[in-house]
């Protein structure tokens, strides 16, 4: 990086270089400036597991912290990657929808049990009919 940059110019030249370098890593959308000073890259993936993020620290260092969420029976996961790429702070994110789950939560299975008599049974999702 050049000593003389700072603030957006830094992170522009950071992009450029990180870009040059790894193109494969446009696949990210970048911004420079929501945050000032920072380099900022997302995607919403339709599939996958955020393997972009695992590239990104494979390249940039760091560590990726990964999280799931689910809401009514919907998940997605969250990767993440806080860096520095050439001086310059780094934040990348990738949302992506889990994969169909087999199985329960244990919160369905409390829903689909309360509020029966002891011995009749519930009708599983999923199960033969």
Do not use: K
């Not at 830094?10 to 380099?39: E, R, Y």
């Not at 990657?81 to 994110?93: E, H, K, M, N």
């Amino acid at each position: 990086m050049n000593t003389h940059l700072s603030g957006e110019a830094a992170a522009a030249a950071a992009l450029a270089h990180l870009l040059a370098d790894h193109p494969d890593l446009g696949a990210l959308v970048w911004s420079i400036g929501q945050t000032p000073g920072v380099l900022s890259g997302h995607q919403m993936a339709d599939s996958g597991q955020g393997e972009v993020v695992d590239a990104c620290a494979a390249v940039m260092g760091g560590t990726v912290a990964r999280s799931t969420h689910a809401l009514n029976g919907d998940g997605h996961g969250l990767a993440q990657l806080s860096t520095f790429f050439d001086g310059v702070p780094v934040q990348v994110w990738v949302s992506y929808p889990l994969a169909d789950r087999h199985g329960l939560h244990s919160t369905e299975l409390a829903a689909l049990l309360s509020g029966r008599q002891l011995g009749t049974l519930p009708l599983l999702p999923g199960g033969a009919r």
